[in-house]
């Protein structure tokens, strides 16, 4: 007997790497009947300046993060499926893809995008996905291809 996944935990950025993730995460969950779960994490360490955060940009950042969601939302329902929801978190995305949001949504499997940095900014920002491999305490999978398992 095999496990069936009941909660996918899709981390997004607007990135095709991360849409990637998104469109395979749907078909897994089509076969496991499990929930997706895309979240988005603004890092806040991006938008601080030495006197603290400049400009209003969290409005800017929600509409945006709506827009992000919505279109996850409408690909969804085009390919039948409706188990889907979304949240929103400022902080470290690191720790929230790979503790917080597990252990606050019962997640057990995460499907993410492969990093798009190169060597030079792993070493100095380091990979997220990197990371959350090494401390998620659920699966995860790391996607690099498409639905045809092509490189895009």
């Given amino acids: 007997m ?9 981390p997004v950025d607007g990135s095709n790497e991360a849409r990637l993730a998104f469109e395979k995460a749907i078909e897994v969950a089509k076969r496991n009947r499990a929930q ?13 300046t030495p006197t603290g955060f400049e400009g ?3 409005e800017e950042i929600q509409r945006q993060t ?31 893809i790979s ?12 499907m993410m995008g492969a990093t798009g940095l190169n060597a030079v ?18 699966d995860v999978l790391v996607v690099r291809t498409d639905l045809e398992n092509q490189r895009q």
């Fill in 99 to 110: 503790k917080n949001i597990p252990k606050d949504y019962q997640i057990d499997l995460i």
């Fill in 2 to 10: 095999f496990h069936e996944y009941s909660k996918i935990l899709v």
């Fill in 56 to 58: 209003n940009f969290n």
């Fill in 121 to 138: 900014e792993r070493l100095f920002i380091g990979s997220v996905s990197e990371y959350v491999i090494r401390n998620a305490s659920c």
């Fill in 36 to 48: 997706v779960l895309i979240a988005h994490i603004i890092d806040t360490r991006v938008l601080q």
């Fill in 66 to 96: 709506e827009n992000l969601f919505q279109e996850y939302r409408q690909y969804a329902q085009e390919h039948d499926f409706n188990d889907i929801d979304f949240v929103l978190e400022y902080g470290s995305p690191k720790v929230y």
